[in-house]
């Protein structure tokens, strides 16, 4: 049996104080959304932030951010600026409509050079907006960003847990530390009752059970979902809003955490 392949070499990102990297194990939990606002919220805490869409396949972030439009990579500076945070995505150099029908190789490529070929500049924050799932873009990422951890959204319902699970370990795997489990959609609130929709308690007992902090329940609140479809944000457009205030906590809790999870350790060879 031939030896195994070497990891890749750490991209080096001099002005980047930290990488977060924002997951789920399945799609539909929200992560983007939460990826999103706790960049704002960083930024509102004073953070200087850079918000990466690493969904090749079905980017979001142009849409959340209110930049639905292409632009010419030869004569546009990226990253982009928006609401104060710097911006990167494959909806900005593709149209909506376009089918990216591409395999590992290439979806490693672009990723790398969204990573290496773009001045991110001083950033306190490069928050990366994971697509979902374990493949070859969250290997790419783990495996050559110096990530200074990951945050897994999962909602409370068993189906999306059982993924997060997996997400979680795959982390673990790579050894990237896990800052924490958000649990989104927790609840909604009519009148000041609590209705619980998809259940509860799911997202405090995965951190729980995998000894990982648990950072947060975030509400349901239709304005989250109408801000970002009209490309401004929440936690931008109602600051004042409880969930706004929420992603502001976790933002405090995320901050709190790297502070605590020490220095990322050496990866080890997989055999994938």
């Keep these: 049996m031939p030896p195994p392949a070497p990891m890749p070499e750490k991209i080096s990102l001099p002005g980047v104080k930290h990488v977060v990297a924002v997951a789920s194990g399945k799609g539909g939990v929200g992560k983007s959304t939460v990826a999103t606002n706790l960049?704002?919220?960083?930024?509102?805490?004073?953070?200087?932030?850079?918000?990466?869409?690493?969904d090749i396949y079905g980017p979001s972030i142009p849409i959340m951010m209110g930049v639905a439009e292409t632009f010419d990579p030869n004569t546009t500076a990226f990253?982009?600026?928006?609401?104060?945070?710097?911006?990167m995505s494959m909806g900005f150099i593709v149209k909506p409509?376009?089918?990216m029908i591409w395999r590992g190789p290439m979806v490693h490529k672009y990723l790398t050079a969204f990573l290496t070929q773009i001045d991110w500049g001083e950033l306190d924050y490069l928050v990366i907006d994971l697509p979902p799932g374990t493949g070859d873009a969250q290997l790419t990422l783990t495996q050559t960003a110096p990530l200074s951890g990951a945050i897994i959204v999962t909602t409370p319902q068993d189906v999306s847990l059982i993924d997060a699970r997996k997400g979680l370990?795959?982390?673990?795997?790579?050894?990237?530390p896990v800052l924490g489990i958000v649990e989104n959609m927790s609840c909604f609130m009519v009148d000041g009752k609590r209705h619980e929709i998809f259940g509860h308690?799911?997202?405090?007992?995965?951190?729980?059970?995998?000894?990982?902090?648990?950072?947060?329940?975030?509400p349901i609140d239709p304005a989250v979902a109408k801000c970002g479809d009209t490309g401004d944000?929440?936690?931008?457009k109602h600051p004042d809003n409880a969930v706004s205030n929420v992603y502001l906590a976790l933002a405090t809790k995320v901050s709190e955490q790297i502070g605590t999870a020490g220095p990322q350790q050496t990866l080890p060879t997989l055999q994938i």
């Design 39 to 54: 960049a704002l919220a960083l930024h509102q805490l004073g953070r200087r932030v850079g918000l990466l869409d690493a």
């Design 79 to 87: 990253p982009l600026d928006r609401y104060g945070i710097k911006l």
């Design 97 to 99: 409509e376009t089918a």
């Design 169 to 176: 370990e795959m982390f673990r795997q790579v050894r990237v």
């Design 201 to 218: 308690g799911g997202g405090e007992k995965l951190a729980r059970e995998a000894g990982v902090p648990f950072l947060g329940e975030i």
């Design 233 to 236: 944000p929440i936690v931008h």
